[in-house]
């Protein structure tokens, strides 16, 4: 059963960078198929994807966010990792990685339980 | 606004039928996904591809496809099918990933 968990801070100043890392356990992330993911959730609203990354480090980003967004994959540490900088309030959300199955186009089969990151002074 | 586009919100009676429905045009060309997400929970894949469910996934759901719009169905809805639903797919380019905005889904 493979499991993912974020892990970073919960709290980040305006303009900082917004760093997060998931951790990858029951599966290989060099194992090819899929690829993996970082999805949003702002506060009572809807779920935005950021990006993913396979396990060559071949990347994919939301257009919207492309210019702040850097998702890169450590294999030897079976995790991948969110960078965006430049953040303000409206960054403020739910972070969730998850495993995308590249067959399918792109569902989503298994998510970390995600972890709320405030932008705030 | 997303390239998928859902009904805010559906009610169902317990124990009917409902239909959740997603459009956009690179559904034409793309599979889609469904996602269960429950308050204060991560989303959970219901539904993928054709028509597939996950294992321990319950068979009541189901999906299908007709030109740019795919539905989820909820044969007999529970009361722990309250939740909110998601679909998901590539955009028109095929290069990203898209979700549709959610349905939110009362079991009455």
């Known amino acids: 059963q493979v499991q993912l968990q974020e892990s970073g801070p919960g709290l980040v100043k305006p303009s900082q960078t917004l760093s997060l890392t998931c951790t990858v356990s029951?599966?290989?992330?060099?194992?090819?198929?899929?690829?993996w993911s970082w999805i949003r959730q702002h506060p009572g609203k809807g779920l935005e994807w950021i990006g993913f990354i396979y396990y060559s480090g071949s990347t994919f980003y939301n257009p919207s966010l492309k210019s702040r967004v850097t998702i890169s994959v450590d294999t030897s540490k079976n995790q991948f990792s969110l960078k965006l900088s430049s953040v303000t309030a409206a960054d403020t959300a739910v972070y969730y990685c998850?495993?995308?199955?590249?067959?399918?186009?792109?569902?989503?089969?298994?998510w970390g339980q995600g972890t709320l990151v405030t932008v705030s002074s | 606004s997303s390239e998928l586009t859902q009904d805010p919100a559906v009610s169902v009676a317990l124990g009917q039928t409902v239909r959740i429905t997603c459009q956009g045009d690179s559904l034409r060309n793309y599979y889609s996904s469904w996602y269960q997400q429950k308050p204060g929970q991560a989303p959970l894949l219901v539904i993928y591809g054709k028509n597939n469910r996950p294992s321990g996934i319950p068979d009541r759901f189901s999906g299908s496809s007709s030109g740019n719009t795919v539905s989820l169905t909820i044969t007999g809805a529970q009361a722990e099918d309250e939740a909110d639903y998601y679909c998901n797919s590539r955009d028109s380019s095929g290069n990203h990933l898209v979700f549709g905005g959610g349905t939110k889904l009362t079991v009455l």
């Open positions: 029951g599966g290989s992330i060099s194992s090819g198929g899929y690829y």
């Open positions: 998850a495993r995308v199955r590249n067959e399918f186009d792109w569902c989503l089969d298994y």
